[in-house]
């Protein structure tokens, strides 16, 4: 079971990005995805989730700037990055959870995590 996260860059503040993350080694339609990012001397913290039928959550900080999507016959889920701050750069991690409940805030209730890609915006 492996999920690879993928889309990382520089990017200048206003900018965009799509991060990706495909999963390997088992079907994971069922279950969970979020994304997560951890900036340098800060915890890791959640950014969304979607359920397997597509109900979505956001953090307060990307509500409105970044989507959440996924794609069950690829056993992929996005993150799309719009209108990108400074603030925004931190290392971010893929994650899937078996439960169905959402919204899945919490990182104690992944199961497995992608590798981390970077994303750096500058101001």
């Known amino acids: 079971v492996q999920l690879q996260a993928s889309g990382g860059g520089l990017v200048q503040a206003g900018g965009s990005l799509r991060l990706s993350c495909a999963a390997s080694g088992q079907t994971f339609s069922t279950y969970v995805k979020g994304w997560f990012r951890q900036a340098p001397g800060k915890e890791r913290e959640f950014v969304a989730s979607i359920s397997w039928n597509g109900v979505t959550y956001y953090a307060d900080s990307v509500k409105g700037r970044f989507t959440i999507s996924r794609d069950n016959a690829y056993n992929t889920v996005y993150l799309q990055m719009n209108s990108l701050k400074p603030e925004d750069t931190a290392v971010y991690y893929c994650?899937?959870?078996?439960?169905?409940?959402?919204?899945?805030?919490?990182?104690?209730?992944?199961?497995?995590w992608g590798q981390g890609t970077q994303v750096t915006v500058s101001s």
């Open positions: 994650a899937a959870s078996r439960s169905r409940l959402m919204p899945a805030t919490a990182a104690r209730g992944y199961d497995y």
